[in-house]
């Protein structure tokens, strides 16, 4: 059992940056590949980064490769989204998810339904 609770979210301005954190409780961190997601009002949720179990592979949506990097630090278990000249298009509730793998440097992927804990989300909003 893995429990995810993500922080960070908030108001901010277009342009701004903001720093997303996700703490997983359990001792197997690491066996985990990890990911964030996130959903606008009206729209599924989407794919946003992801990182192996390692954190020596990232993955990125086109829509946000070269503002957003995702990391992980395994001692701490912890994963972390910076996000950098965010956009009001960027306005949404931000989820971190955990999945399961074998390999140690595999892409997680980008389909919700393979993920095996959800955090509760944290909202994100820009102002244009």
């Known amino acids: 059992q893995v429990q995810l609770v993500e922080s960070g979210g908030g108001l901010v301005q277009t342009g701004d940056s903001l720093r997303l954190s996700c703490a997983a409780s359990g001792r197997t961190f690491s066996s985990y590949a990890m990911a964030w997601f996130r959903q606008a009002p009206g729209k599924e949720r989407e794919f946003v980064a992801g990182?192996?179990?390692?954190?020596?592979?990232?993955f990125y949506a086109d829509s946000v490769k070269g503002h957003y990097t995702i990391s992980r630090d395994n001692t701490k278990n912890r994963v972390d989204l910076q996000m950098d000249s965010l956009r009001p298009e960027d306005t949404a509730v931000y989820y971190c998810?955990?999945?399961?793998?074998?390999?140690?440097?595999?892409?997680?992927?980008?389909?919700?339904?393979?993920?095996?804990?959800w955090g509760q989300g944290t909202q994100v909003t820009v102002s244009s």
């Open positions: 990182i192996s179990r390692s954190g020596g592979r990232t």
């Open positions: 998810a955990a999945r399961l793998m074998n390999l140690l440097h595999t892409d997680p992927g980008t389909d919700r339904r393979n993920y095996d804990y």
